[in-house]
């Protein structure tokens, strides 16, 4: 159950939160970005580092799981 | 294009386009594969680089230089401000064409380059890797390679699949936030820093001058502090206290991993470099010239092993880049987490104290000297970068 959910128009695609994911649970591309459900353990790592804070942490589940520019 | 190619190189970054120059350069075949539909672009960076750095690969340009540096200006919490005046000088590049040029370099030396392909997968064959999957123009593709070398930045997936362990630790990525700003009353050959818990803590933010009164100002916090508040607010604040008046002709964000170099950078048909291998200077979160020198390393191992066809010779990459650069970093990232922990009362007495050096011999070393006089246990530390 994905509970991280990517806030509309705040992504920069910048990688940061790629790089502290423990999973390999996030696809970026040139303006794409999208959390693989299946391997994301919701630890929220990805959360604390995002500069933008384009994402959050949501007690129930999310449906918005990618966003494109 | 090629069928196959000797070395493949994933990423047109400082770190991408050096490994490709440098493997091109022996004479054996190479590609470069490039997500973004343009090398350079965006510039997620403050762009400062020694001088010493950028002579050792190429001549300085003004085309690429926005400005020179030749002080540092070190602004304690309580505003105390500590100038050191250099010998050497530093850059503000123009990243947006330095690294342009530097693909172009690796392209006159035969290397080839394709933009807007995502690598999405490797292939491998009994625990090696042999080639890259990837997406152009909506078609999944595959090519093989004797040698795959990634170079795919702070976003690095490569080294995973290879099966390395490559992700940052939360608290050693620093996450950060630049605008580059006009109307920026600044010194223009200055470097300003700033420290504390009110502008970045675990952190610094920095003010470089790109010249015409615009610079690039940012700031960078660990994992930890971004638990509780964003790199971007941090930004907001500090922009709205100092530069009130000073319009945003770019803002982005962007992650630094301030670590050690991963335990290991190579591993059969895979090596990685630049901020994918965690290269950067993990005290002052520098990049540029340290990817720059694991990627030329990486390019002329990955020529080598193809040309004396003895694959396994590019696992010889881990020691080679610990004797150059690992090591030092180990020190300087033991540096860094001394550094880090300093109270906003330590930064203000340090500059306090060196504030009463006299002006002709405040160097570096002597602030390193008044910084340590305050935390003596980072003097071990210290004396062992000195020592080799
Ligand atoms: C805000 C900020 C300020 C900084 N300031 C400085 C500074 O002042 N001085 C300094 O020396 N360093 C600085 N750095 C660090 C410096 O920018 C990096 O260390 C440097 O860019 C690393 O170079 P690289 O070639 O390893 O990676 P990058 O320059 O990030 O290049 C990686 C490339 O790989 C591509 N790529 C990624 N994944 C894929 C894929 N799957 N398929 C195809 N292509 C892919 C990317 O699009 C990118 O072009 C700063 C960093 C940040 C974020
Ligand atoms: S979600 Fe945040 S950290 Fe991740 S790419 Fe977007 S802006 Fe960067
Ligand atoms: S919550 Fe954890 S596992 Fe999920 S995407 Fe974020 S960092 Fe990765």
Redesign the pocket.
Known sequence: MLMIE?LPG?????????GVCPEDAIE?KEAE?RIIEELCTNCCK?VW????E??KFNKKETTRLEFES | MKAEYDVIVVGAGPAGSMAARFAAEKGVSVLILEKDRDVGYPVRCGEAVSKAGIEEFLRPDPKWIASSIDKFSLISPDGSEVIIQFSETGYILERRVFDYELAKMAASCGAEILTRAYVSGLITEGGRVTGVKYQFRGEEKQLRAKVVIAADGVESRLGRWAGLKTYVDFRDMESCAQVTASNIKVDPNTCYFYFGKDVAPEGYLWVFPKGNCSANIGLGVSGLTGKKRSAVSYLNSFMEKNFPDAPTLTSI?G?VPCSVTLERISAPGIMLTGDAARQVNPLSGGGIISGMIGGSIAGRIAAEAVISNKPDYIMTYDKAWNDRLGRRHEIFNRIKNGIYNFSDEKFDSIAHSFLKVSKDKRTLGSLFRTALFNQPSLLLDVAKVFLG
Do not use: E, Q, R
Not at chain 1, 10 to 18: A, P
Not at chain 1, 49 to 52: E, H, L
């Open positions: 990517i705040k992504c920069d695609f910048c990688g940061c939160c790629v970026l970005i990805c580092s995002c500069p933008f384009t994402l | 964000a992650g």
